[in-house]
């Protein structure tokens, strides 16, 4: 169920049925030459609205995040951490108003991690609702390692198999190998063990990290049909549980 297609009178009865929500959220950011900036929010939206179920709704898609380490290539666009923790957070406290007080938050961007880890512990705290952060390749996790030598790095063969296969139309198949000849093998830069590259620019030329040649739009579905299992199952998980179980455990 999709929050907002519906009227304020459908929403209610929508909510009163709904056990979880979901909350996408990702970045509009660059993705090298080959990707759309809209990647990481457009791959969580559609992971998000895989679940079609009365006892989960939808919630409409955060589609800024936490990118600043992206900014100096173009079209990227940022909050900072702190306005995203809130941003999340007080959407999902309306949610939570409305009578659904359990949610997976539906990421896309690794950049929103530590955010949404900070929103959920904060909520569950309150008292308000209990928020479980899902990144879409942790629940395609062994499907990745079957499929790909390397995890999920940036605008890689990974990430590019994925939105192959969803939008076929916003992969530049001609600029994969422009990519990744500006491509760091590894994300980040250290010296004897120091981060010293806190910026994508640091250390990668075209803004991709991996090899993005190796995408393939079939591997892109079995990425996507695993997440999209993993995160049914969460679904039923928390669906199942009584919101007091949830609760913090009382002090020792």
Known sequence: MLLHEQTTVEAADTLEAAEVALLPTGSTEQHGPALALGMDHLAAEAVARSVDRPEAVVLPTLPVGASEHHRQFHGTLSLSEDTFESTVRETLASVADHGVRKAVVVNGHGGNTAALRRAGMALRR??????????????????????????????????????????????????????????????????????????????????????????????????FEATCDALDSLVDWLAERPFEELAPEPHR
């Open 126 to 223: 309150e008292g308000t609702l209990f928020a479980a952060p899902y990144n879409w390749w942790d629940g395609a996790e062994a499907t990745i390692e079957e499929l790909f030598e390397t995890g999920v790095l940036h605008a890689d063969a990974i990430e590019t198999s994925v939105l192959w296969h969803l939008r076929e139309e916003l992969v530049r198949p001609d600029e994969l190998e422009r990519a990744e000849a500006g491509a760091s093998d590894d994300w980040g830069r250290t010296v004897e063990g120091a981060t010293v590259g806190f910026d994508t620019a640091d250390f990668s030329d075209s803004g991709v990290a991996g090899r993005p040649t190796g995408a393939d739009p079939e591997k892109g579905r079995q990425v």
